[in-house]
């Protein structure tokens, strides 16, 4: 079948929408239409190189939609079930047997190769086949073929295109809380960058009873947002003495810290600002071959630098916790969206990138906020 799609056509080009063909549907496949997709920061990253991703391709991985269609071996999704997408895992490997999925070890193979596991492409332009399978799904369309292990069936009370970003950026920041951590109540927080995941880390932080929540970033306006959603307080990221600061308000460090930007300088200030046995996670997309130096007598205090993929979540578990923490008026990642048509994918990336919108969601046609 045919279908709309967002092409990537070149290095750090526009977006423009084309019509693709869809390869036939495999048995562990289900074919899905895309109601709403949110934009993240690693779409761009391979939009522009930061990532060797082959171009032309379509991407986008944060994608909710209606199944239409499902391959002869899937029992567990049906055709008229709502789903969020997120990440392609086999769920057949030692990681993901040990409840890892994140750290598959066909990962790469499924997210980011730019084809299926077996290399074969979903999609072709102009009778050609081009790059797509992005995170298991390239779901910058109308339709895209999902593998059908990382596509989570929700419920039909809440609005896909809130539900759409789930899939990345947010399950990210909140499982680097819950999952990585395992923050516990009373316990100490550094949020280092204020935009979806770092934001999201704050709410999974407040809804987790921390004690004090402490947000890091260059924008007054995502500060500020940070407040209203938990922060008990909050540094601009260019102050003086930054860490200095830190330090003293917590009480000598706190317990742990986030970093969301993918800059060595800020990991390096996120583990300087921990207590004894405080742990720094790495969330941010760092730049090739970024290195930071951690001075070793810090890790005689107990201190842990740790990296996280995903925030450490497995969607089929973690999304419907995020819902339901949702539903209770505990994780409010709502006020984090703003919509836009599909149309306008350009215009959305822009206020993105230029700090107007934290969390673009495009909205395909006939779909609502």
Do not use: W
């Not at 008990?232 to 260019?238: G, K, Q």
């Not at 070793?296 to 578990?317: F, K």
């Not at 836009?340 to 994918?345: L, R, S």
């Amino acid at each position: 079948m045919r279908t709309v799609a967002a092409v990537t056509p070149a290095l750090g080009e526009d977006f423009i929408h084309r019509e693709v063909e869809l390869d036939a549907l495999r048995p562990d496949e289900v074919l899905v239409r895309i109601r709403a997709v949110g934009i993240c920061h690693t779409d761009i990253a391979h939009r522009d190189g930061a990532a060797h991703f082959d171009l032309p391709a379509v991407l986008g991985h944060e994608g909710a939609g209606v199944i239409e269609a499902v391959g002869d071996a899937v029992s567990d999704l049906a055709v008229g079930d709502a789903v969020v997408l997120s990440y392609f895992a086999c769920r057949t490997c030692t990681s993901c047997r040990e409840h890892r999925p994140a750290y598959c070890r066909q990962s790469f193979a499924g997210n980011f190769a730019g084809a299926r596991p077996d290399g074969s492409r979903t999609l072709r332009l102009d009778g050609k086949e081009i790059a797509s399978a992005f995170f298991g799904q390239s779901s910058f369309a109308h339709h895209a073929i999902v593998a059908a292990k990382g596509a989570v069936r929700v419920g039909h009370d809440l609005p896909l295109s809130t539900l759409a970003p789930l899939g990345c950026g947010i399950q990210t920041g909140a499982g680097a809380v819950m999952n990585t951590l395992d923050l516990k109540a009373g316990q100490s927080l550094a949020v280092f960058g204020a935009g979806a995941v770092g934001l999201s880390a704050v709410m999974a932080a407040k809804a987790a009873s921390a004690g004090q929540i402490i947000a890091i970033d260059l924008s007054d306006e995502r500060l500020e947002l940070a407040r209203a959603l938990g922060a008990d307080a909050t540094y601009r990221a260019d102050q003086a003495d930054l860490v200095r600061a830190i330090r003293k308000a917590s009480g000598g460090g706190v317990d742990a810290a986030v970093e969301c930007v993918g800059s060595s300088d800020v990991l390096q200030s996120a583990f300087d600002v921990l207590g004894a046995g405080g742990t720094a996670v790495m969330l941010g997309l760092p730049p090739r071959e970024a290195k930071v130096a951690v001075d070793m007598g810090s890790l005689l205090g107990g201190r842990r630098l740790v990296g996280s993929i995903e925030g450490d979540a497995d969607p089929q578990v973690f999304i419907p916790r995020l819902i339901d923490l949702h539903r209770r008026g505990l994780f409010p990642f709502e006020r984090l969206l703003r919509f836009y048509p599909f149309e306008a994918i350009n215009e959305a990336v822009a206020d993105m990138e230029a700090g107007r919108t934290v969390k673009p969601v495009l909205l395909m046609p006939e779909t609502t906020p």
